[in-house]
Structures are given as structure tokens and as C-alpha cells.
Nanobody, 117 residues
Framework: QVQLVESGGGLVQPGGSLRLSCAAS????????MGWYRQAPGKERELVAA???????NYADSVKARFSISRDNVKNWVHLQMNSLKPEDTAVYYC???????????WGKGTLVTVSS
């Protein structure tokens, strides 16, 4: 089993920054993808950013050039640096781990990000 614990959410004004972190523990395989998804009220959960164990990244078009994902493979952490935040970034952000070659999915409980003046 894998446990994912997110931290770093909160209230921020438009144009501000936040850094989300996710600590992974348990049976983490060397081949995996860690990522962040978000779900706004009334909308489906969507991919925000992902990073492979080899360091390849993928971003949603809506966050490119504003968000940056990084990971620490030794400590099994993944971070999401969010800059130039907009009200439409308001959502619950979930950490995800797709574990192993068969990409078994694990999810954190989520952390709320609210962008409002």
C-alpha cells in the first residue's frame, strides 16, 4: 500500500503564489509517475501536472508557464510551485501516484486552494 499526504493549500490573492507538497510512503516502486490533479466545484477532476521517476514532466495547458512540478526521488516527495494564481485555479488539489509499470493509482485526501481577493 501507498500513503500520500498533501500540504500547503490555503487562501491566496490573485497573482500570488503557493507551494503544494506531497509526501509518499509505503510500497513505492522505482518506476512511477507522481502528479497533481484538481477538482473545482461542479467540475470533473483534471490533471494539473505530472512528473515521471525519470524527471519527464507534463502540464495542463491552463497552467503552463505558471506552475512547476518537481520531485525528490530519495524522500519520495513531489512539489507543485504555483505562481500567478488566478481565481479559476481554485479547487481541491489531489496528489496522485501511478505506481509501477501497471500504473496502479493511489490518491491523497486533497488540499484546498482558494484564490480570491
Amino acid at each position: 500500500q501507498v500513503q500520500l499526504v498533501e500540504s500547503g493549500g490555503g487562501l491566496v490573492q490573485p497573482g500570488g503564489s503557493l507551494r503544494l507538497s506531497c509526501a509518499a510512503s509505503g510500497s513505492i516502486l522505482s518506476i512511477n509517475v507522481m502528479g497533481w490533479y484538481r477538482q473545482a466545484p461542479g467540475k470533473e477532476r483534471e490533471l494539473v501536472a505530472a512528473i515521471t521517476s525519470g524527471g519527464l514532466t507534463n502540464y495542463a495547458d491552463s497552467v503552463k508557464a505558471r506552475f512547476s512540478i518537481s520531485r525528490d526521488n530519495v524522500k519520495n516527495w513531489v512539489h507543485l510551485q504555483m505562481n500567478s494564481l488566478k481565481p479559476e485555479d481554485t479547487a481541491v488539489y489531489y496528489c496522485n501516484l501511478a505506481n509501477g509499470p501497471f500504473a496502479v493509482n493511489f490518491w491523497g485526501k486533497g488540499t484546498l486552494v482558494t484564490v480570491s481577493s
